[in-house]
């Protein structure tokens, strides 16, 4: 049976209703990657959060007697939480059963459900001990507190430095391993700029058509989920191109969300190193999706952080099989400045004009 999930959204007062609406609705989707359905959608407009709870006051006590009513499972809240809000959260909701995570928490869940090779599965277990650490290190506080009030050195005091150990210890072993799997990834890249080869990245915002595009261009059998986050690690194939009578590699990663935090990237920043070290950066948007506009914001903010702000890229708008002609002129008009190639993966539709481009562009 599935859980049952209350949606909570913060969002400043001047944010706009289709935006606040879209944030919901991302949030919901992400739910269901991940196995659950909503029974309540809440949104609450606050300057500034509540420092002890993140969500006012009145609101918690709202939330928590109408997740009583209908038996709710989890509380999931729309944003990254501090770890002392979630661990307040969690004490009030958790001795009724239900559990509270944040916008971290889900996407987590949904990475373990995806991660497929060991890589992933410890770029994510990282990703983790640096999420819910400082909450572990605040339960260790509250049992020093119980077992004899703060400066003892009590039981409860052993309890914090043993979890702070444990996980610092455990970080550095993923870290080691994870090197590990970097030297041998940068050794094969090596290898292959050795060799001549250039190398295009298909980035974009998660479930836009990348690993579709990289089927397409590249004749693999690569299995397509109608999922958020379906793709964990890096995938590449090898793409002829007439106009230089010579291949390139394209590679297909993980795809971006808005207010991805700083550790995910920094966890998945070996898997995102086919991207960081590309001759090419193939963006594709979702050119069907209402909200194209700020996703692409978001994947162009996400290259920055990685320094890829000033490679070379070919926009590729996709699923244009979808629109109508009146619509894709529209989208014409509006984005000639990038140049974009108009594409359906799915249909192999205008892949040559695409193909020409790259050929061109490296």
């Known amino acids: 049976m599935l859980p049952k999930v209350i949606l909570i959204d913060i969002i400043p007062p001047q944010t706009s209703s289709e935006e606040s609406l879209a944030r919901l609705n991302e949030l919901e989707r992400l739910l269901s990657t991940y196995g659950g359905f909503v029974i309540i959608r809440k949104i609450q407009r606050r300057q500034m959060p509540n420092y002890k709870t993140y969500i006012g006051k009145g609101k918690v006590d709202e939330i928590l007697e109408e997740s009583l009513k209908s038996k709710a499972d989890y509380v999931i809240i729309n944003n990254l939480l501090k770890p002392e809000q979630l661990y307040n959260l969690e004490a009030l909701f958790e001795k009724h059963h239900i559990k509270v995570w944040d916008k971290i928490d ?10 497929t ?10 990703a983790r001990l640096r999420h819910l650490g400082p909450r572990i290190a605040k339960m260790g506080t509250e049992l020093m507190r119980q077992g004899g009030g703060i400066g003892t050195r009590g039981k409860g005091e052993t309890n914090i430095e043993v979890m702070k150990r444990h996980i610092r210890k455990r970080e550095q072993i993923i870290k080691d391993q994870l090197k590990k799997f970097e030297k041998n990834q940068e050794g094969q890249r090596r290898k292959r700029q050795n060799a001549g080869f250039r190398t295009a990245a298909i980035v974009g915002y998660t479930n836009a058509g990348k690993s579709q595009l990289l089927n397409s261009l590249t004749n693999k059998e690569v299995k397509i989920k ?10 590449i194939g090898k793409v002829f191109l007439p106009g230089l009578n010579d291949c390139v590699l394209v590679s297909d990663t993980i ?9 995910l990237i920094d966890a998945f920043r070996s898997t995102l190193a086919e991207t960081i070290d590309s001759d090419l950066i193939l963006h594709v948007v979702d050119a069907d999706d209402l909200d194209m506009e700020w996703k692409m ?4 903010k996400v290259l920055k952080k990685l320094d890829c702000g000033n490679k070379k890229m070919i926009y590729a708008f996709n699923k244009t099989d979808l ?21 359906s993966a799915l249909k192999r539709k205008n892949l040559q004009t695409l193909k020409s481009r790259i050929a061109r562009t490296v």
């Open 297 to 300: 914001d978001v994947v162009n």
């Open 117 to 126: 090779t060991k890589a992933a599965k410890l770029q994510i277990e990282l």
């Open 106 to 115: 889900l996407i987590l869940e949904i990475f373990a459900k995806h991660a």
């Open 255 to 263: 795809g971006f969300i808005r207010d991805l935090p700083p550790e």
């Open 323 to 343: 629109l109508e002609p009146d619509q894709l002129k529209l989208i014409e008009d509006k984005h000639q400045k990038l140049k974009p190639v108009f594409i």
């Open 226 to 235: 109608n999922e958020l986050f379906a793709t964990l690690d890096s995938r």
